[in-house]
């Protein structure tokens, strides 16, 4: 009972009475007042249903895995787009949600593309085809060298060019795999075919074929786009060398296409005062279509739907959007917000690149980034939520840790670079956060299905993001961070620098500088273009790896640059 009886209002004096009735009433209401005062639970168990039938639609069959820049793909910025519409959310330019950027999606031969040699007067052709690194090249009857593995490792105990001293312009044939010496603790792992028909076009060879090996040398017929061609065919021949006294005569087409899509993120405002500070919440959309690229699954084609990467996170940004664009709380009308779905994160954060360079984004009135990719699959035991970012701004330490939430174990890490698009936002100098509730065996295979997944544990992360939101402050100070700590790596050394993945020109540009490192020590910056590491030429990111494995702890040497078009030097101490 609430309030006193007639008995109880003839037997006690007034202000007892008072006394009474108010501590009934707070009784009363202390659990109302305790669930949503002291801890507002902002989404309602009913989130848990619309965040599963969102994640069951963006991960069905029918949308075949969200590649960038593939039908599955449109249907899914098409149901995003629905659905920013459908909360009044206005497009972010253009009359538009979404931006679209193009991309590089293989490179393949033409069907002019062909490798022939001579035999006994005959021209035959070879059952043979171009690989990644090979040039736009027409070679005709080029004499041709065998080179055995094309392998100069003295370190090791091997050298092919022993005898050696120019290729003069010949059409080298090297054996697929490696050496098999009298050392058994030789190490040939850093020779790869690239390394070694890029060893091969320094010292002049005019072409360059593989030949031989097990089937696991074989290399792919897909020629990657992010490797810089060489100015000279390089190939790869299922059969053997003509047995022959004379060198054959080699004749090569190598006609290639460069084979373009498109993406597109999809980009939402909610603009309450234009003098508001913007926080930007987003997450990728994409996902590895049948498995072209990136899968880690090993048995017949089939769909990688990525329920937890990423339709997880992508609901969950429909979810806070829908949420922040129908609330009336005070305390979320102090900001405006973007909701951006990324594309092409998975071949190298394509799309949130895309954006940062594009004109609809401005660091002005910006106060922070949300970054969700993989948010679907809480250890209902563990409960553990990783949130990284969390030395972007000396804010958010303190932050963080005062709103930590009894159903949630809050584990942070400082660097605001990983493998996700927060990343191309902290290189903007803005702080971020990014909210992963952590891998899994189904990660990159097609298992990754809508049934794995915890819904209640996405409710709970996105209440949390709403509590930081709550006790934002009106401006965040930015901080650099040290570079992620990394686990076993083949390299001795680190440069300090975080690769441009969507660079297709000769080079690798620098997406980013890691304080107190060699490169940031030695000057380097953002948007430079390494050429070379000492004397090993950097055609492309794969090179870069090539050129820094040949380095120790102590080593000094220099780096030549393009910066805005200007040739620079630089000298570099690797500690």
């Known amino acids: 009972m609430l309030f006193p009886s007639k008995l109880e209002l003839k037997n006690i004096p007034y202000l007892y009475l008072m ?125 041709t060298l065998n080179l055995g593995f094309g392998i100069e490792d003295t370190a090791n105990g091997h050298s092919d060019y022993q005898s050696i001293s120019d290729l003069e312009g010949k059409v080298v044939f090297i054996q697929a795999g490696i050496p098999k010496g009298t050392n058994p603790h030789a190490d040939f792992s850093r020779w790869t075919l690239l390394e070694r028909a890029r060893l091969a076009a320094q010292r002049g060879a005019g072409a360059v074929v593989f030949y031989g090996g097990t089937p696991d040398d074989a ?133 949130s690149k895309a954006f940062v360079e594009g004109p609809a984004f401005q660091r002005e009135g910006l106060l922070t980034m949300f970054n969700m990719d993989m948010v679907g699959r809480l250890d209902p035991q563990e409960k553990t939520l990783q949130v990284h970012g969390a030395g972007t701004s000396p804010r958010w330490a303190a932050l963080l840790d005062s709103l930590k939430p009894s159903e949630l174990n ?22 971020v956060l990014h909210f992963f509730s952590g891998t899994h065996d189904d990660y990159h295979k097609p298992s990754d299905d809508p049934h794995t997944l915890n819904y209640r544990g996405m409710t709970d992360i996105g209440n949390y993001m709403l509590q930081i939101i709550a006790h934002l402050p009106d401006a965040l100070p930015f901080s650099k961070t040290k570079a992620p700590e990394q686990g076993k790596s083949k390299f001795k050394v680190t440069l300090g620098v975080v690769p441009d993945y969507a660079w297709e020109k000769k080079g690798m540009r620098i997406s980013g500088v890691t304080e107190g490192k060699p490169a940031a020590l030695a000057g380097l910056q953002k948007n430079d273009v390494l050429l070379q590491l000492g004397e090993h030429p950097i055609d492309d990111i794969y090179g870069y790896m090539a050129a820094l494995g040949k380095f120790k702890k102590g080593d000094q040497t220099t780096v030549r640059i393009l910066r805005e078009e200007k040739p620079l030097t630089f000298k570099i101490t690797f500690e």
Not at 219 to 241: F, G, R
Not at 331 to 341: A, D, E, P, V
Not at 410 to 431: A, M, N, R, V, W
Request: net charge positive; proline share 5%.
């Open 410 to 431: 809050i584990k942070t890490s400082e660097s605001g670079i990983g493998p996700s698009d927060h990343s191309s936002f902290y290189l903007q100098d803005l702080p």
């Open 19 to 143: 006394k009474v009735c108010f501590a009934r009433l707070l009784f009363a209401l202390l659990p109302l007042w305790g669930a949503h005062a002291l801890k507002a639970q902002f989404l309602q168990p009913d989130s848990d249903g619309r965040l599963k039938q969102w994640v069951e639609y963006l991960a069905s069959d029918a949308l075949e895995g969200r590649l960038t820049g593939s039908q599955g793909e449109k249907l899914a910025f098409d149901f995003l787009s629905d659905k920013f519409k459908q909360w009044s959310l206005t497009p972010a330019s253009e009359g538009k949600f979404t931006q679209a950027f193009e991309f590089t999606w293989e490179i393949q031969a033409s069907p002019s593309a062909l490798m022939e040699w001579e035999a006994k007067g005959k021209r035959i052709a070879l059952n043979a085809y171009p690989i990644s690194g090979c040039g736009t090249a027409v070679v005709a009857g080029k004499k």
């Open 219 to 351: 290399p792919s017929k897909t020629i990657d786009p992010h490797v810089h061609a060489m100015p000279i065919p390089v190939w790869y021949c299922t059969e053997n060398l003509p047995k022959s006294k004379e060198p054959a005569l080699v004749w090569i087409n190598s006609s290639l296409n460069r084979i373009k899509k498109t993406g597109h993120n999809v980009v939402a405002d909610l603009t309450r005062n234009k003098s508001l500070p913007t926080l930007i919440v987003g997450a990728h959309y994409d996902h590895l279509g049948w498995g072209e690229r990136g899968s880690l699954y090993r048995g017949e084609k089939a769909i990688h739907n990525g329920a937890d990467d990423n339709a997880s996170g992508t609901a969950l940004m429909l979810e806070l959007a829908r949420f922040l664009a129908q609330t009336k709380d005070q305390r979320f009308l102090r900001f405006n917000y973007r909701f951006i779905g990324f594309s092409g994160e998975e071949l190298g954060l394509l799309g």
